[in-house]
């Protein structure tokens, strides 16, 4: 069964994947584009990760059970918000919101 799952990077660029939307594979992808790009950028999931592709946003995909924001601050340093559907309604959930590190210190990868 897919777990669908949408990106918005801190460009304000998104990209949705239709399966392993699930913080695990969500660190799977993500450390994707880490290894092929250096960096978390849209250009380098797209690469790194050949199913996903680029969308308008969170809100265009109404069957997502994730989202993921990937920020980064002005000392240059990575933060993940997920939020989860709750019960396949229109209500989100913080699932996780912390440092890069931390996230795939808790979900695997790197």
Do not use: C
């Not at 890069?100 to 990868?109: C, I, V």
Request: net charge neutral.
């Amino acid at each position: 069964m897919a777990t669908r799952a949408t990106y918005r990077f801190y460009t304000g660029d998104t990209a949705y994947h239709h399966w392993d939307g699930y913080p695990q594979g969500a660190a799977h992808l993500l450390s994707n584009a880490l290894v092929d790009g250096g960096d978390l950028t849209i250009e380098s999931f797209l690469k790194a990760n050949d199913k996903a592709e680029r969308t308008e946003s969170h809100q265009i995909h109404g069957d997502t059970e994730y989202r993921y924001d990937i920020m980064r601050n002005q000392e240059g340093k990575w933060s993940i918000k997920v939020s989860e559907r709750i019960d396949f309604s229109d209500k989100w959930r913080i699932a996780y919101y912390g440092s890069a590190r931390d996230f795939f210190k808790n979900y695997g990868r790197l």
